[in-house]
C-alpha cells in the first residue's frame, strides 16, 4: 500500500463558492482506476499542540502501490483538477508513506 496525504491551504480571499467547487473536483479523483480508498476531510476540532489545524482541506488516497499512484499523477481527471484550482493554492503540503 502507498499513502498519499495531501494538505491544502487555500488563499485568504477564496469565497465559499470556490471551496465548494474545489471539493466537488476532489471527490472526482475517486474515479481514477488506480484509487483504492480516498478520504476529503477538513479540520477537526481538536485542540492539543501537536495537531495543525491550519489547512483548509485534506486529501487522503490509498494506492495498491507506487505503480497505481503514478497512474494517478498523470491521470486526466488529477491533471484537470490541478489546472482548474492550482491558482487557489497558499501551501501545499504532500506526505507520500508506504
Keep these: 500500500m502507498l499513502a498519499h496525504h495531501v494538505l491544502f491551504w487555500l488563499k485568504a480571499d477564496t469565497t465559499e463558492e470556490q471551496k465548494v467547487a474545489f471539493r ?4 472526482t479523483l475517486e474515479n481514477v482506476e488506480s484509487v483504492k480508498t480516498l478520504h476529503i476531510g477538513t ?4 485542540e492539543r499542540a501537536v495537531v495543525d489545524t491550519t489547512y483548509t482541506f485534506s ?3 490509498f ?3 507506487l505503480a497505481g499512484h503514478d497512474v494517478y499523477q498523470v ?6 483538477f490541478l489546472d482548474e484550482f492550482r491558482g487557489l493554492f497558499e ?3 504532500i ?4
Design 24 to 27: 466537488k473536483s476532489l471527490e
Design 43 to 46: 479540520p477537526a476540532p481538536i
Design 59 to 61: 486529501l487522503t488516497i
Design 63 to 65: 494506492f495498491e502501490d
Design 75 to 80: 491521470h486526466h481527471l488529477h491533471t484537470a
Design 91 to 93: 501551501k501545499v503540503i
Design 95 to 98: 506526505y507520500d508513506a508506504h
